[in-house]
């Protein structure tokens, strides 16, 4: 079986950082959501940035821009998304819904 172009949209949560490590150690290009709405905070900057030193891409998008969503599901053929409802549900609810739309528009996720 061929390896995957995965896109992982909440890599730095508990479940995230998990399947991030999964999907390097099975060889998928792995493929890393950097949301700028993470500002500063120090412990996921470097997180990610482990990410990357172990063979993740990081690619940057918003939700609040669904036109960089659109082009960060491009570069791939399959999306994780590990997002958390624990603090706004709702909203991470309408954040998933975004990202369905972003895929639907991509149109190379199956």
Same mark, same amino acid.
């Given at each position: 079986?061929?390896?995957? =172009?995965?896109?992982?949209?909440?890599?730095?949560?508990?479940?995230? =950082?998990?399947?991030?490590?999964?999907?390097?150690?099975?060889?998928?290009?792995?493929?890393? +959501?950097?949301?700028?709405?993470?500002?500063?905070?120090?412990? =996921?900057?470097?997180? +990610?940035?482990?990410?990357? =030193?172990?063979?993740?891409?990081?690619?940057?998008?918003?939700?609040?821009?669904?036109?960089?969503?659109?082009?960060?599901?491009?570069?791939?053929?399959?999306?994780?998304?590990?997002?958390?409802?624990?603090?706004?549900?709702?909203?991470?609810?309408?954040?998933?819904?975004?990202?369905?739309?972003?895929?639907?528009?991509?149109?190379?996720?199956?």
């Amino acid at each position: 079986m061929g390896k995957s =172009k995965v896109l992982v949209v909440g890599a730095t949560g508990y479940i995230g =950082k998990r399947i991030v490590k999964a999907s390097l150690d099975q060889g998928h290009i792995t493929y890393v +959501l950097q949301r700028h709405e993470i500002g500063l905070d120090i412990d =996921k900057l470097q997180l +990610l940035l482990s990410f990357k =030193k172990q063979g993740a891409r990081l690619v940057e998008g918003s939700f609040s821009d669904q036109k960089s969503l659109v082009e960060a599901v491009k570069k791939v053929d399959v999306v994780i998304c590990t997002l958390s409802g624990v603090h706004f549900k709702s909203h991470s609810i309408l954040m998933q819904l975004k990202l369905v739309d972003a895929i639907k528009e991509a149109g190379n996720v199956k």
